[in-house]
């Protein structure tokens, strides 16, 4: 133990003297951005607000007013721009909406938007949404995006949700960036156990992976059918033990009331 604490402290300071000896060129914030202050490091500076937008640890959060907006005008004709940010949403409306656009404009004529929105994400997690505005076009509108010689992006959160955004950026395409990144996320699976074993305290012991936001019921049944255990797991804590007697036991999950997940057996002797 005493060797891991005398590690440590070299540890962190080779890593200090490797962040401060790095040229700038590398560690100047998202160079070739064309948008200003994307990242909020000097608050609301450079956009253009309305409604309820705030600054919190250089994040910037929408809502939850009716209707809460950013937006930035830039001045580029280039048709390769990759568009991108981060989004977390933090509470939504059922009839309410989270969007992002951009709009083109030539000599002052507005020639159009396009619109993506982002209400099936996953609460209080970001995601980084990433693509090139001509395809985008494309893939909304179903025509090559017209010749333009200004862009507008903003984000909209209407009717009292909350979301968080961070890292806009437009930027000419790269060996990386070129390649679009993360898609928003959709659930392709349900949740699912996937580790029980008896622990050293002959307990019952269980993790669980793909969790909802909430509603992760379980419910442990013994061989007569009594419901000898419940509970509702938390998202991001989807691990609980259950001290139950030695036998077999039915393992049931659900999201919804009446719509079970899985449904196993365990036992020990």
Same mark, same amino acid.
């Given at each position: 133990?005493?060797?891991?604490?005398?590690?440590?402290?070299?540890?962190?300071?080779a890593?200090i003297?490797?962040?401060?000896?790095?040229?700038?060129?590398?560690?100047? !914030?998202?160079?070739?951005?064309?948008?200003?202050n994307?990242?909020?490091?000097?608050?609301?500076?450079?956009?253009?607000?309305?409604?309820?937008?705030?600054? @919190?640890?250089?994040?910037?959060?929408?809502?939850?007013?009716?209707?809460?907006? @950013? *937006?930035?005008?830039?001045?580029?004709?280039?048709?390769?721009?990759?568009?991108?940010?981060?989004?977390?949403?933090?509470?939504?409306?059922?009839?309410?909406?989270?969007?992002v656009?951009?709009?083109?404009?030539?000599?002052? +004529?507005? #020639?159009?938007?396009?619109?993506?929105?982002?209400?099936?994400?996953?609460?209080?997690?970001w995601?980084?949404?990433?693509? *090139?505005?001509?395809? %985008?076009?494309?893939?909304?509108?179903?025509?090559?995006?017209?010749?333009?010689?200004?862009? +507008?992006?903003?984000?909209?959160?209407? *009717?009292?949700?909350? !979301?968080?955004?961070?890292?806009? +950026?437009? *930027?000419?395409?790269?060996?990386?960036? !070129?390649?679009?990144?993360?898609?928003?996320?959709?659930?392709d699976?349900?949740?699912?156990?996937?580790?029980?074993?008896?622990?050293?305290?002959?307990?019952?012991?269980?993790?669980?992976?793909?969790?909802?936001?909430?509603?992760?019921h379980?419910?442990?049944?013994?061989?007569?059918?009594?419901?000898?255990?419940?509970?509702?797991?938390?998202?991001?804590? %989807?691990?609980?033990?259950?001290? #139950?007697?030695?036998?077999?036991?039915?393992?049931?999950?659900?999201?919804?009331?009446?719509?079970?997940?899985?449904?196993?057996?365990?036992?020990?002797?």
């Open positions: 133990m005493k060797r891991r604490w005398l590690i440590i402290p070299f540890l962190t300071l890593l003297l490797s962040f401060t000896l790095l040229p700038i060129s590398l560690i100047s !914030a998202n160079p070739g951005n064309l948008v200003k994307g990242d909020f490091s000097d608050g609301l500076s450079d956009w253009i607000t309305s409604g309820n937008v705030n600054v @919190i640890d250089e994040e910037a959060e929408l809502g939850p007013d009716y209707g809460s907006t @950013i *937006k930035q005008y830039i001045n580029s004709d280039n048709k390769n721009l990759i568009y991108s940010f981060k989004i977390k949403p933090i509470t939504y409306n059922s009839s309410g909406s989270i969007y656009d951009f709009e083109l404009y030539k000599m002052g +004529s507005f #020639l159009g938007y396009v619109r993506h929105f982002y209400n099936t994400l996953q609460l209080n997690k995601t980084s949404i990433s693509y *090139k505005i001509s395809d %985008a076009w494309y893939d909304y509108w179903g025509y090559e995006i017209p010749e333009f010689d200004e862009i +507008s992006i903003y984000a909209v959160v209407k *009717k009292y949700g909350i !979301a968080n955004f961070d890292n806009f +950026s437009l *930027k000419e395409p790269d060996g990386e960036t !070129a390649e679009l990144e993360e898609k928003p996320w959709v659930r699976h349900e949740m699912t156990c996937w580790q029980v074993w008896v622990n050293q305290d002959d307990a019952f012991e269980f993790i669980f992976v793909w969790e909802y936001y909430n509603n992760n379980v419910q442990i049944f013994d061989m007569n059918g009594n419901l000898v255990f419940t509970t509702d797991m938390k998202k991001g804590d %989807a691990h609980f033990v259950a001290a #139950l007697p030695d036998g077999m036991y039915t393992v049931k999950t659900f999201h919804e009331a009446g719509h079970i997940l899985q449904e196993f057996v365990i036992g020990k002797p």
